[in-house]
């Protein structure tokens, strides 16, 4: 069974939770109008219409797969680290992003 969004492309992959945030809430930044910058006043809570006063709350998880044809050698080619939100209480995607490395 794959824990992100996407199927494994290998069934000796091997995937594990590397962070675990059980709520997260999300909002709407809206575009930056002065050179004050961003005041939390203006954010709002993101939502498909109508709109609510509740931000939406996630679990945030950040997971890393790897095919076990990788092991024992240290070639990282085959790991990749996702980051992932979905509904705390039925697991339902909301988001999923890969993480990469800053260089």
Known sequence: MSITPSPLPDPNTIQRVLFLSPRVHIYTVPPLTSTKGYTTSAW?????????????????RVIESSSSSSFPSTNNDNISTQIVLEDASTAALFAACPYTSPS
């Open 44 to 60: 709002t809570p993101f939502t498909t219409p109508p709109p609510s006063s509740v931000p939406i709350t996630c679990r945030l």
